[in-house]
């Protein structure tokens, strides 16, 4: 495992990290006893960095990440994030009150003083325009519940906002092969400012290893069968926001460009950590098989200049139509 400089915190995280949604709910079934196995596996790889929520699985993947800690010596950061306990996403429901008591929650599920990372959870546009939110995350700092905060956003253009507030550490946003727009401009400007980048949804929910079908089932409470139009959040955080077949049929053409040997989802994550600005790939996974595979990712030779070429003119031909102007 190799790692890489977060932001201005002086930490170096793993640049496989490790996504934590799956293992918390609104993915189908998954066992406490697999997400713990999985855990260990990552920790055992050298995954030093975890992201959670407090929303996922109502506090399920915050509680068994707490009960790593307990189970493990290694030291090992845990970001989480706060604002999607609102009833409905309203830039006032970020106040001082509300943001405490959902940190005040975080702790208590991660059994620890102090959150290492906190980040906004994907809030409506206007809250980067509010400085006084920041400011709310900035007292949170001083009195020692948080050590540093960050922002999820969903649009480049919310994350160039965000990165304006001098305190702001980390930025978590969609980036893959099937969403290249952050790489445009946003990465030079996080680069500028020392800005951790946390690339989530690195798989495209699964589309980008390679085993999703046609006939692929999902259960009734994955997202992958329940949010594929957005019916309950941005459909952007399903499959990257791409339609099915269209996923489908440009996964053929990568698997094509795939190193023999490498699979598909190695490859997936190897593009994502050719780009320095980013600090880490966090890719969701609910077995250990799933950790072993994508941490192998940051042990691969670098991708030739004629591969990323290639990528990125399937991207412009068939994905960057349907998805580049949307976030
Ligand atoms: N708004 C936000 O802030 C937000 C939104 C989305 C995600 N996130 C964060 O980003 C993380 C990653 O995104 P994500 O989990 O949505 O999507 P992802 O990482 O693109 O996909 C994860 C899923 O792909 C499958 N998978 C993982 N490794 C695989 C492998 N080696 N081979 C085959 N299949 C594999 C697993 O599902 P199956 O086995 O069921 O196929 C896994 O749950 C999340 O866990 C979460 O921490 C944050």
Redesign the pocket.
């Known amino acids: 495992m190799k790692y890489r400089e977060l932001g201005r915190t002086g930490w170096q995280a793993s640049e496989i990290s490790f ?4 293992i918390g709910g609104s ?2 079934d998954v066992s406490d006893k697999d997400s713990l196995a999985a855990l260990h596996a990552a920790l055992d790889g050298g995954v030093n960095f975890f ?3 407090d929303v996922y699985g109502d506090g399920r993947s915050e509680r068994l990440l707490a009960k790593l800690k307990k189970e493990r010596k290694e030291t090992f950061y845990v970001a989480t ?1 706060a604002g999607r306990r609102l009833p409905k996403q309203t830039p006032e429901g970020y106040s001082r009150g509300n943001l405490t008591s959902f940190v005040e929650r975080s702790l208590r599920n991660l059994d620890t003083d102090t959150i290492d990372l906190l980040q906004l ?2 809030p409506p546009t206007e809250v980067y325009y509010m400085p006084e939110v920041f400011g709310i995350l900035d007292d949170l700092v001083k009195t020692g519940k948080l050590q540093h905060y960050g922002v ?1 956003v969903e649009k480049v253009e919310e994350a160039l906002k965000a990165i304006e507030f001098p305190n702001v550490q980390t930025v ?1 946003i969609i980036f893959n092969i099937f969403r290249q727009r952050p790489a445009d401009l946003f990465f030079a400007e996080a680069t500028k400012r020392k800005v951790g980048i946390l690339a ?7 589309l980008l ?1 390679g ?1 999703i079908t046609r006939d692929s089932k999902f259960a009734k409470d994955d997202h992958r069968n329940f949010n594929r139009h957005g019916q309950a959040f941005d459909h952007g ?1 399903t499959f990257s926001g791409i339609d099915f077949e269209t996923g489908l049929r440009a996964v053929e053409e990568l698997k094509k460009l795939a190193p023999k040997n490498v ?1 598909l ?1 190695q490859l997936a994550l190897r593009w994502i950590l050719e780009f320095p600005a980013v600090t880490c790939a ?5 077995r250990p098989a ?1 950790v072993v ?2 941490i192998a990712a940051s042990g691969l030779p670098p991708l030739s200049a004629a591969a990323m070429k290639k990528i990125r003119a399937l991207y412009d031909a068939e994905i960057r139509p349907v998805v580049h102007p949307y976030w």
């Open positions: 996504g934590a949604w799956a993915w189908g992201d959670t929520a994030k959870h994907c999820s978590q989530r949804v690195p798989l495209a929910s699964g290893s085993k955080e699979p989802a966090i890719p969701g996974a609910k799933q595979e994508n």
